[in-house]
């Protein structure tokens, strides 16, 4: 397997490459993303059971009650990691690994609620929710969901959800242009 690094905008972009010149990329900010929940938790840990100290009332059960809190944080901030290659997308988390055939995507939405996440759901029926900021930031997992998603389109698989990808690429598009004009000083 041969590595080639390709430099974007903002951070590197690592891209494996294996035979026959398919070739996966990663989300290059996830190892930060989990040490943050990492130390969020930790954090988390450390205050209570010093401040359960420093009051007097610390026990063995209180002792381990704030472990199990501390522990639930760090599940709930876990990110998935996302990966995509020729013809799929997979979003891993700490239990289990959600994939996307994205040739054969038949639809693409934005999720209700609080957080905006991108839901692709495939011919198979896979389904997977993306953060549109992981795409914003990894161009190289960008580009191989938006070209796997015109194949789809082009084959008539992609029934729903044109708008939201298209939405989402102007979104990208703007990002890259204010990263630009920031690094240009031109703002």
């Known amino acids: 397997m041969r590595r080639r690094v390709i430099r974007s905008l903002r951070e590197l972009h690592v891209i494996d490459s294996t035979a026959g010149g398919k070739s996966a990329a990663y ?59 020729p013809g799929w997308l997979a979003s891993r988390g700490l239990l289990r690994e959600r994939r996307v055939r994205t040739v054969r995507l038949t639809s693409a939405s934005w999720s209700d609620g609080v957080a905006q996440r991108l839901v692709l759901r495939d011919g198979d029926g896979g389904q997977i929710e993306i953060d549109p900021r992981v795409l914003i930031a990894n161009p190289a997992l960008w580009r191989l969901l938006d070209a796997d998603a015109r194949t789809s389109m082009a084959a008539g698989n992609l029934s729903r959800g044109a708008t939201a990808l298209r939405k989402l690429s102007e979104r990208i598009d703007r990002e890259t242009a204010r990263t630009v004009f920031k690094i240009s000083d031109v703002e």
């Open 27 to 85: 989300d290059t900010g996830w190892a930060g993303d989990a040490w943050s929940a990492v130390g969020c938790a930790l954090l988390l840990l450390v205050l209570l059971l010093v401040t359960d100290f420093g009051v007097g009332t610390l026990s063995g059960s209180r002792g381990a009650m704030w472990v199990v809190l501390a522990v639930l944080l760090f599940l709930v901030l876990w990110p998935p990691r996302l990966t995509a290659g």
